[in-house]
Structures are given as structure tokens and as C-alpha cells.
């Protein structure tokens, strides 16, 4: 994949402002409210633009004119005094990163989640958190890339799937064109992984044709997601658990397998979630029983 990519960069300006997109636009569909639509988008709903404000925090629905606040009124954007991290799974460290990071120019930095009332007053609750890799300016659609699943014996493929953030609008894609997004060799290959993650990745950027029937993007802006990095804990009266919950305690019912965990990891996942991490140990273990 990486040598196509490279080999559409000098297309990408060239042609971007040529072809239309069909990922622009605001969808009807669901209006970017999260639930049952998000099962059938990869969960791309939810997403706002993060930036401080006085008195707080601002926060605007990506690719929407309108944000609906907490207390039901229609805005551009919406400001709460209180980011509440507690679903997040991050360090206070890595939250600060966060806000800290919202007090840059541009959109440098995108959070999911949803608004909340607080007491008499109102809170976000942060579920996801990503940050712009470098400092260009993003413009364009937002989008969520990840495998499309599609198989080639041929290129140009289209390999990836971009779902257009809070929007119904999805495509197939054969390439991303980096050169808008300043970023390094090193960093287009780390945003080539994340897309093959459990989350994708998240670009913004234009429409450019690759070929008369292949469509790609351009990426003004590339961002990387805040990983999950509470610890997580073993517990049970097993030790069969692994959970972000310390002191977890269940029924004394011994099954064989739970020998097996002592040789496993209790670790975060790639999603986000804690678990056993299955390695040789483990999987010697089981085969064993």
C-alpha cells in the first residue's frame, strides 16, 4: 500500500478540486446521534471538535453546523465548564496531554463522547480522545479509515473504507495522499498501521481520483488516537479476572483453565479494554487440558 500512496502525491492537489465529493454534506440519516447506527458504521458518531474556552471547554460536532448542548439548545458549538475522564480509561497525564493540546489553533484535537448534567451544572464525558500528529491546518471532510476488506490482484485497490465522522457517508478508497499533512516517512507508516487497528485511524482532507474508477484522499490533518493506559488488574478467587477494576471478587468455582491465566498477561487491549494477553505460555497451557 505504501508504494501507491507515494505514488499519488503529485495527483492529489492536482485533481482534488476537480472531483466531487460524496462524503461532504450533512447525512439526514440519524442526524449524527450515536446507538443503533454506529453497529453499522464502525462507530463514527459522537465526534467533536475540543478547544478551551473561557469558562471551560468548547465543543463542536465534526463534519456538523450544529451541536445540540447539554441543556437542549442548538448551537455552532457548546461550552462546558468540566470534562469528565472517567470512561476515557486515561491517565492524568494523558488527559492533560489532551487539554493541553486544545488550546492549539486549528483542530488539534478531537474527542468522543456525549454531554452530561453535573450537578446544577453541565460536564462532557470523554469515552475517546485523539490528537493531530503535526501542526498543518485541517480542512476538508473528517473521516474514519479502516480496512474495506476488499482484495486486488491488481493496483490501484481499494484496500481502505473512509466513513465520514457524525455523517451516514461512506466509500471505498485505493489511496491517501500524506503530502498536505506534514508528516514523515516514520509517521505516514504508524497512520498506515493504525488503520488495520480495532479504531482506525482519522484524517481530514479532499476528493482526488485516482484512476477513472478509484477514489482517494487527501490528508490535511492525520490523528492519532490516545491509547487506554490506566493499569489493569488481576482478581477473582482464581485470578481468572483481568479488569480496570482493582479487588474484583467472584464465586470460588475452580475451572481448569483458569491455571492457564496464571501464564497470561493482564493487560489493556488493542481496543482499549483490559484482558488476558493469550501468549505461547498461555496457549501451551491450553492445549495441554
Not at 501542526?135 to 473504507?161: D, H, L
Not at 479487588?247 to 488476558?276: H, K, M, N, S
Amino acid at each position: 500500500m505504501k508504494t501507491l500512496l507515494v505514488a499519488v502525491v503529485a495527483l492529489g492537489s492536482a485533481c482534488a478540486a476537480d472531483v466531487g465529493d460524496d462524503l461532504a454534506g450533512e447525512s439526514t440519516t440519524d442526524d449524527g446521534v450515536a446507538g443503533k447506527a454506529d453497529a453499522a458504521t464502525d462507530g463514527v458518531y459522537t465526534y467533536f471538535q475540543l478547544h478551551t474556552a473561557s469558562g471551560g471547554y468548547s465543543l463542536a460536532r465534526i463534519n456538523r453546523s450544529t451541536t445540540v448542548c447539554a441543556n437542549g439548545a442548538t448551537k455552532a458549538s457548546c461550552t462546558v465548564p468540566t470534562l469528565d475522564w472517567s470512561e476515557a480509561n486515561l491517565t492524568a497525564a494523558s488527559s492533560t496531554k489532551v487539554t493541553d493540546a486544545a488550546g492549539g489553533a486549528g483542530v488539534p484535537a478531537v474527542v468522543r463522547g456525549r454531554f452530561a448534567k453535573h450537578g446544577s451544572a453541565y460536564r462532557f464525558v470523554v469515552t475517546e480522545a485523539w490528537l493531530a500528529e503535526s501542526g498543518s491546518v485541517a480542512s476538508g471532510v473528517f473521516a474514519k479509515i479502516t480496512p474495506s476488506g476488499v482484495r486486488c490482484i491488481t493496483t490501484p485497490c481499494p484496500t481502505m473504507k473512509e466513513h465520514s465522522l457524525d455523517n451516514s457517508y461512506t466509500a471505498n478508497i485505493a489511496a491517501i495522499d500524506w503530502s498536505l499533512a506534514q508528516l514523515s516517512e516514520r509517521e505516514i507508516s504508524a497512520f498506515d498501521d493504525e488503520i488495520a487497528s480495532p479504531f482506525g485511524t482519522i484524517i481530514a482532507g479532499d476528493r482526488f481520483s485516482v484512476s477513472s474508477s478509484m477514489k482517494g484522499r487527501t490528508a490535511t490533518a492525520a490523528f492519532h488516537r490516545v491509547p487506554a493506559d490506566l493499569p489493569c488488574y488481576r482478581g477473582g478467587c482464581s485470578g481468572e479476572v483481568c479488569s480496570a477494576q482493582e479487588g474484583v471478587i467472584t464465586t470460588c468455582l475452580w475451572q481448569p483453565e483458569y491455571a492457564c491465566d496464571q501464564a497470561a498477561t493482564c493487560e489493556r487491549q488493542a481496543t482499549g479494554e483490559c484482558g488476558f494477553t493469550h501468549d505461547d505460555a498461555y496457549n501451551t497451557c491450553i492445549s495441554g487440558l
